[in-house]
DNA sequence: CGCACCTTTCGGCACGGCCCGAAACGTCGG
DNA sequence: CCGACGTTTCGGGCCGTGCCGAAAGGTGCG
């Protein structure tokens, strides 16, 4: 009977303050007991209590450092189901956005941030759908990249050698685009190498990225993206 | 803050009851509440309770013919996601089987079943690997069928054509072979001609399937898969 | 029409969880 | 060595929710 053990594992983001916990380590970083208990506005001592539940599930790992406790998701299949949770939580009737700060703040997340380890919103979306009318990326009978998808990885410098049993492409619902963006091996090392190149950078202490003038430079001459189809 | 959305979408999952009923709907087909009931072990009345939340959470969707009420999965994306949530709920300390009969009953699933509405087991890993090692299927740049593979499913009597969002072909984890199978319109098409074909035959009222002499003679000639595999 | 059968509504009970504050523990820095 | 800070443990209060039984709808069949 597995039941109870899916019912125990699906109890463990079925709490609002780990849930908001785990929406912010979304961000892919490690973050302190401390940071999260005030991030999710509870007591250091109900965080202690929520953060030793999702480690002893096997949802968070966590690093002790000093007088700190650093946790982050465990890995990509936990990254994939809680965004797979976030984005079946909503579609029942349209809800309005709350206050016009969070509202300014959902533009930002819907022009741009990261999803775990690689990129999603609009930019997430418009470098997915370029990637595929290019013919570097097939949809139509799956997602996966296609050989001179690869060539063009390999151009810009990142070998994509498979290890491990993460897949090289995989799609990534996006639950502000209700479309696929790119995920795995592939999506998170095109993330990271936009970060480094600064192609884009991070907007406050958020998931919220934003395109440098560079980055649009860059994402014209690869892609052939346009700087409007960002905005 | 979608926070609360999420944690109120994941309670639905983190009863043992529900967890019950979902892992029973799992294989497609739907249930009336009362069959809920008396599997997951609870009285009628408890039964309806559990089944409105699940209905109202977009989780079920529910048909009422006369005096029975209905119920089913409300569509592959709830099935994958109960799928992941299963197969993520284990992998902590590897446990033994409970009983004996549980244990037989395991090995039935665990050589043959289906997944919603496709192949999963030892049975979904062998076509699919069958599928990948001609050429039909690709699994090292991600998931996605090759165009001799839609050749393939043509020459079988089965046209692929893409219909909604669902994506042809998708990567499904198995948690009993801890590798992934064919999902998707593709595989939900190749088990229902499986069925339809006589080439495996439900075994009992569950999700387990067995594959026919037939099955064993089809399987050989189309995918080269000899019925050694299969055991 | 009346009797099964499936399903639903309603009270009431019990268990488990989430939360906090106070106090203790451990680490870092002066 | 002492104070500041991050974290943890413990006890207690409170709310939510799962469960059942009894009774009431509805539906279909004889």
């Known amino acids: 009977m597995g039941a109870r053990d899916l019912a125990a594992f699906a109890a463990l983001f079925a709490d609002e303050s780990r849930a908001t916990m785990l929406l912010a380590l979304l961000d892919g970083r490690a973050w302190t007991a401390g940071e999260l208990a005030r991030h999710a506005r509870v007591a250091p001592s109900t965080a202690t209590g929520h953060l030793g539940r999702l480690v002893a599930g096997g949802v968070l790992t966590e690093e002790r450092q000093g007088r700190h406790r650093y946790v982050r998701l465990a890995g990509p299949a936990v990254a994939q ?27 930002a997340m819907a022009r741009g941030r990261t999803c775990y380890d690689h990129l999603a919103g609009r930019l997430g979306i418009t470098v997915t759908d370029a990637l595929t009318t290019r013919g570097l990326l097939r949809q139509d009978t799956g997602f996966a990249l296609t050989d001179r998808g690869l060539e ?22 996006d639950w502000t685009e209700r479309r696929p963006h790119l995920a795995g091996r592939a999506g998170a090392a095109l993330c990271a190498h936009a970060l480094e190149a600064g192609w884009c950078v991070r907007i406050g202490s958020g998931r919220a990225v934003k395109v ?17 189809a960002l905005r």
Chains 1, 2 share one sequence.
Do not use: M
Request: proline residues 9%.
């Open 81 to 107: 189901l809680v965004e797979e949770l976030a984005g079946l939580a909503g579609p029942g009737p349209d809800e309005a956005p709350r206050s016009l700060a969070a509202a300014s703040a959902g533009r």
């Open 152 to 173: 063009w990885f390999a151009d810009l410098g990142i070998a994509l050698v498979p290890k491990g049993r993460r897949p090289l492409a995989r799609g990534c619902l």
């Open 212 to 228: 440098t003038p560079a980055g649009e430079t860059a994402l014209r001459h690869v892609l052939g993206i346009e700087a409007d």
